[in-house]
């Protein structure tokens, strides 16, 4: 069983780099047992040559690191979500094997991404966290496939909070944004008016 972590470098810089410390020391003591906490900016050497910019860096990992990549970021457009329902996906480590995800992903037709719902409940995209905007505040699905990186510094720092959300919720919004750690909050929106049953 392989993890990895997703991790977004900018001009050389590893960001949010606390919050996935957290949960690659707590996913190899949950998984792997391993007690020993780790720092990741002290695992990852950035190349000399690393050009400038987003550069993607992605850390693979068990007991021991697997390997280290790093690839300039080339972000997807997604303007469109399918619903999609799946009761029994299990993604609460972030795990290299996506077979389960990209089963769901190949179900979203004409649209760019898939929202995935979990025993009524809504919970990520295929590679990001969601989070709606009412007018007023910005809410989160309290239950997601996986407890991303950048949704935790949000859920800190009061940017957004937590909420049960199914789909009798979701006319309520305006529209929705994806975070994960190379999108920001509100960098991508999704109208509601553009997420296909």
Known sequence: MVLFESIKIIDRQ?????????????????LFGV?????LEDLISIPVDLPSGIIKCRVFYSQQIEGIEFDPYIPRKISSLKLTESDDIDYSYKYANRTKINELFDQKGNCD?????????????????VAFWDGSQC????NPLLKGTKRQLYLDN?????EELNLRNINQF????????????????I??????E
Do not use: W
Not at 174 to 185: G, K, R, V
């Open 35 to 39: 007690s020993r906490k780790t720092d």
């Open 158 to 162: 009061n940017v957004i909070r937590e």
């Open 191 to 196: 109208n509601i008016e553009n997420i296909m």
């Open 14 to 30: 590893l960001q949010n780099i606390f919050y996935h410390n957290e949960r690659f020391n707590r996913s190899r003591s949950e």
């Open 174 to 189: 305006e529209y929705l944004s994806l975070i994960n750690a190379m999108i920001d909050l509100d960098q991508i929106r």
């Open 113 to 129: 991404d898939v929202l995935i719902i979990k025993n009524g409940m809504i919970t990520d995209t295929s590679s990001a966290n």
């Open 139 to 142: 809410l989160t699905p309290a």
